[in-house]
């Protein structure tokens, strides 16, 4: 099989099986926590987003890697049984560095759905303090 039908199989297996709920609940997650952390940059503006590469590493670890060499030899969508066990490791080899470059991307895209998410939460907080303070502070209110 040529390396390019290789690598647009594994892919495609790849995509196939993604948990896109569960990447979506750790980019929220993630940005939660940052928010949180960050609140009184927040309520001050002098919050800034945390840089692509920083989310990215936030993420990264909880982005789940899932290969699994046995698994994939079993349920992939490669067939082995022709292979000897040498060339089966080295299939086995290039489909895992495949996998590492697909979970890469994975953590990416989970970054900027955190980012994404980040921004939203942070202009809800503003648009919340906006309200409280025209309800509580504003010189037209009378104060009983």
Known sequence: MEKKELELRVMNYFAENINLHKYWEIA??????????????????EFEL????????????????DFNASDFKETGPIDFSDLDDNMVNETLAKI????????????????????HVCESLVKNVKKEIHHIKEKYLSKDKDLD
Do not use: G, W
């Open 28 to 45: 929220r997650d993630c940005a939660r926590e940052i928010c949180n952390m960050k609140f009184d940059e927040i309520v001050s503006n």
């Open 50 to 65: 945390p840089s692509s590469d920083e989310l990215k590493e936030k993420v990264a670890p909880r982005v789940p890697y």
């Open 96 to 115: 895992e560095a495949i996998y590492q470059k697909f979970h890469d991307v994975q953590s990416m895209v989970v970054a900027k759905a955190t980012r």
